[in-house]
């Protein structure tokens, strides 16, 4: 089920870097990015991650917080996050649960090979708690700076 801009975005609560806990109440008030992530330290995931790191600043001037979701282990999110000097929340989706409410869990396929994974994909998510814009199948270079313009003008 993929999510639309003007759906609610689905609620969720999960552990993040930091000892903290990334909630969509948490965020109420505030503008969020949520992207999606296949996995901890690949070349476009870390290339993903630098590219967020470095408009950090403009994104707390946009009023936005950013927010990376994975599958990942927490203990996988805090050695990915000091390696690269990352200053906002990776947060651990284990279940599934999340990945599955927002549409990003899904079927991949890799050298013939099928298997379910991460859609890389980006929600912007506004003040309301309600879906602004939805980046599908994300292509990493200028990704972050597209983000950006776009939670400029929300």
């Not at 290339?47 to 927490?74: H, K, Y």
């Not at 298997?115 to 003040?127: A, N």
């Not at 980046?135 to 950006?148: F, M, T």
Request: charged content about 25%; some cysteine; glycine content about 8%.
């Amino acid at each position: 089920m993929a999510l639309n801009p003007g759906d609610p975005a689905p609620d969720f609560s999960l552990p993040a870097t930091g000892g903290e806990t990334v909630s969509l109440a948490g965020l109420k008030g505030r503008k969020a990015v949520l992207y999606f992530y296949p996995k901890d330290d690949t070349s476009g995931c870390t290339l993903e991650a630098q590219a967020f790191n470095a408009l950090r600043q403009a994104f707390a001037e946009a009023d936005t917080a950013v927010i990376g979701v994975s599958p990942d282990p927490m203990k996988s999110h805090d050695k990915f996050r000091a390696k690269y000097g990352l200053d906002f929340p990776l947060a651990s989706d284990e279940t599934k649960a999340m990945l599955e409410s927002y549409g990003v869990w899904a079927e991949k396929s890799m050298y013939g090979r099928k298997y379910m994974g991460v859609e890389r994909t980006t929600f912007l998510i506004d003040r309301d708690g309600t879906v602004a814009k939805v980046w599908q199948k994300v292509k990493v270079p200028g990704h972050a700076d597209a983000v950006l313009e776009a939670a400029r003008a929300l």
